[in-house]
């Protein structure tokens, strides 16, 4: 302890000191003489030995008297050393001026007692305490015998102590026994006041302050003192782990990890056990490294394409499922373990091990894993104590996972969007790994890449014919009806108000409708809206103030006006409604059936909604953490789009009665049967193809949709039919065999087309099959 929190500024025992047998032999010389007890017999005996040897009468300076007397000296200390705890008990004398001890027993010398018989300084206190304790001991005799103040109960003294033997620290409470130290007052005593006595109490830390009122010098100690020294290793290294384990970063730092480690072999006085924590993602099923080292397993450390990983793998799950700890005393000859899991723990030389389910209320949090390279060690009364400590490492656990948890999902929110289901578990390694560098550098660390490779890509797209063309068509219409409108009101003013700017504004309109019918473009729109914002309507306010026969036809004009937009929006809200309602049949269908796909196997999926709804879907075994990859489940997937764009086709035309703009939807699908790389663009935060082979896939996927039939005018896409893009025979061959299964199904007609398409820009070669969907 610190000097500031124990004061005493003195370097030796203040007060005069002598070692003496005198008390204990007082202790027996005061047996009543007519009990015929065995007391009474060991105090005639005392008393008889006692006439020759004089000298321990006296203060004793030379501790080999009493080797001389030693008959003697054993029969004083049966009173405080019952022959029966002599094998048992760590029981010592002390001198009160030196810390040697003249009588212990072999336990006590064990623990506490160096060559010369003077006491080792435990581990936990220092030179400084040590004296304060022993002076503060003093006083409170003082107090006790002068004062008739009887002192509270002194604080719990833990000594920590080396034990050599098993090469590992141990803690004993102390427990001290002043009986047969007698103090004497050497001077008259100063009077103490009750408030005296108080503020000596209050000061208990502060032995200065009791030296100046009760100076040392008043008083001389003789006897000695007994310390019982109670091993309670076992409810210090628990309160201690308890403490450890209720800070916030004790599974996170290696180091400190280790200090745990070192604190459950105290526990079972082991000096080489192991001891590994697997923690367990509940969300994913497995056993993984939540990251910063929370996942301290020393049998899942191998490597997991290794033979023995899956063994490992398996004693992990079936502990999981049952609930049971594993007890295994001797790994070399067991029949408990998997095929090469044996041999990989003798590698490891670990003969002998338990494993232990850490559970978080209901929930399976991770293993706990004891490990001794002795056979042995650890047996089921082993478990009893496990149980002692267990729940703590579970609540350390789940909180350093929620810790962890907490700081993943940061990283993912500042670096990436709204993750995909699927692919969450790569992004999440890639934050873990991030403050996994972090940790271990002062500098900034950068987000590793996230690439998947060698995954397949579908894309499908049902585009609504001529969007662009109506959407015009809409925009002009509505541009016409607002001008004429306009003009009608200029034209009625000019008749009733001969100003000259009326006839510029009329002109103005007229000319913006000649060139509406040679086409509108967007700019424009915008422009002829202006104009009428900012020229024609402020004048139709001062007309209605100054010609009321002109109300009723700027009201009209007025009406004819969308109340939110300021603009005339019949027709393209007509469109856009109609739009609208064939991009959220068609987005919610393929979400439902979407969901559906997903059960069929992980995939990455995303949906873009413009003038139709696209999506793509990327499939392979490196977008998914668990479940193998088979081409089969490409297939099964290819076969699912294409059964969905056939009822997307049913869908939009069933829609067509419904809108107000006969929009048409045309269908596409894009095979692409080599497996590419995507990559998350972190400044863009979406996912692309990786790598210039694979950009021909974007650039097919933009251009396709507008590519005609070769030799023709005829667009490849049309309503009513779906048309699959290839580059190969064999793929052609796939879908040939898919569309031959749904025309079984009465869901396509007979009539396939196979057709060449004119060459894109930076793209030739491409083909199609074109099927009609019976709706």
């Not at 833990?158 to 002043?178: A, K, M, S």
């Not at 408990?336 to 003798?346: A, F």
Request: charged content about 25%.
């Amino acid at each position: 302890m610190h000097s500031q929190e124990y004061q005493i500024s003195v370097s030796t025992f203040p007060f005069k000191a002598l070692f003496s047998l005198v008390p204990i032999i007082t202790y027996w010389q005061n047996e009543q003489s007519g009990c015929r007890s065995s007391f009474s017999l060991c105090s005639d005996e005392i008393k008889r030995q006692l006439k020759a040897a004089p000298e321990l009468l006296q203060p004793i300076e030379d501790l080999s008297v009493l080797e001389k007397h030693h008959c003697l000296i054993d029969l004083l200390m049966t009173a405080i050393f019952p022959p029966a705890t002599q094998e048992v008990e760590a029981i010592g004398t002390v001198g009160p001026l030196y810390d040697a001890s003249f009588y212990y027993t072999d336990l006590f010398k064990q623990i506490i007692l160096n060559d010369h018989n003077h006491l080792k300084r435990p581990l936990n206190i220092d030179e400084n305490r040590m004296l304060f304790n022993r002076v503060r001991m003093i006083y409170f005799l003082v107090l006790e015998k002068f004062y008739g103040v009887q002192v509270p109960h002194e604080e719990f003294l833990i000594y920590t102590v080396p034990d050599y033997q098993l090469g590992l620290y141990r803690h004993f409470n102390v427990e001290i026994n002043t009986q047969f130290l007698e103090i004497n007052a050497l001077h008259t005593l100063p009077e103490l006041a009750e408030s005296d006595i108080q503020f000596l109490l209050d000061n208990i830390r502060d032995m200065d302050t009791w030296m100046q009122a009760l100076p040392p010098e008043l008083f001389e100690i003789s006897g000695f003192y007994t310390l019982h020294l109670v091993d309670v290793t076992v409810q210090e290294v628990l309160s201690s782990l308890k403490n450890d384990l209720l800070e916030r970063d004790v599974m996170l730092a290696p180091d400190r990890f280790e200090q745990l480690q070192e604190k459950v072999r105290i526990f079972f006085k082991r000096p080489h056990l192991q001891l590994g924590v697997a923690a367990f993602h509940k969300n994913r099923s497995t056993f993984v490294n939540f990251g910063n080292k929370i996942n301290h397993s020393f049998l899942l450390q191998s490597d997991p394409d290794s033979s023995s990983y899956a063994g490992f793998k398996s004693i992990y799950d079936n502990l999981v499922r049952d609930g049971k700890p594993l007890v295994i005393k001797d790994v070399s000859v067991t029949q408990m373990l998997p095929d090469g899991v044996r041999e990989e723990m003798l590698g490891m030389g670990i003969k002998n091990i338990i494993l232990a389910l850490l559970r978080y209320g209901d929930e399976p949090i991770g293993i706990l894993e004891l490990g001794s390279p002795n056979p042995g060690d650890l047996d089921n009364f082993s478990l009893a104590k496990m149980d002692q400590f267990l729940p703590l490492f579970a609540v350390a656990v789940n909180r350093n996972s929620e810790e962890v948890e907490s700081r993943v999902q940061a990283v993912i929110r500042e670096k990436f969007t709204a993750i995909h289901p699927v692919l969450e578990w790569r992004f999440r390694e890639a934050a873990l790994n991030m403050l996994n560098r972090a940790n271990q550098t002062n500098g900034p660390v950068e987000m590793e890449p996230i690439v998947f490779p060698d995954v397949y890509p579908l894309y499908a797209v049902a585009d609504v014919r001529s969007s662009s063309t109506e959407r015009n068509t809409a925009i002009q219409g509505d541009l016409a009806e607002h001008l004429h409108l306009a003009e009608r009101i200029l034209k009625k003013a000019i008749e009733v108000h001969t100003l000259p700017i009326l006839d510029e504004l009329r002109f103005s309109v007229s000319k913006h409708l000649r060139q509406l019918k040679k086409g509108v473009l967007l700019q424009d729109g915008i422009l002829i809206f202006e104009m009428l914002r900012t020229q024609v309507e402020p004048m139709f306010t001062f007309l209605e103030a100054t010609h009321e026969d002109l109300i009723p036809f700027i009201q009209n004009y007025r009406n004819a006006m969308d109340p939110q937009l300021g603009i005339l929006y019949k027709r393209r809200k007509a469109f856009e409604e109609s739009l609208t309602l064939i991009n959220e049949t068609v987005s919610k269908y393929i979400e439902e059936e979407e969901l559906k796909a997903q059960e069929m196997y992980p995939h990455y999926f995303e949906k873009f909604k413009t003038d139709g709804v696209e999506f793509n879907i990327y499939v392979g075994s490196s977008l998914e953490e668990k479940q193998p990859f088979d081409i089969m489940f490409l297939r099964n997937l290819r076969l699912w789009q294409l059964m969905v764009m056939c009822e997307v086709t049913r869908l939009t035309a069933a829609l067509k009665p419904q809108l107000e703009v006969p929009l048409e939807t045309t269908q596409l699908i894009l095979m692409h049967s080599q497996p590419l790389a995507i990559r998350f663009r972190q400044d863009e935060r979406k996912f692309d193809v990786d790598g210039a082979y694979n950009i021909r896939y974007e650039i097919v996927k933009k251009r396709v949709d507008k590519a005609y039939v070769r030799g023709t005018d005829e667009r490849l896409t049309q309503p009513g039919k779906i048309a699959i893009v290839y580059s190969q025979a064999r793929e052609a061959n796939e879908y040939l065999e898919y569309v031959e299964y749904l025309q079984n199904k009465n869901i396509l007609t007979d009539d396939v087309e196979q057709l060449e398409i004119e060459d894109l820009q930076g793209v030739s070669g491409l083909k199609a099959l074109r099927v009609k969907v019976k709706c």
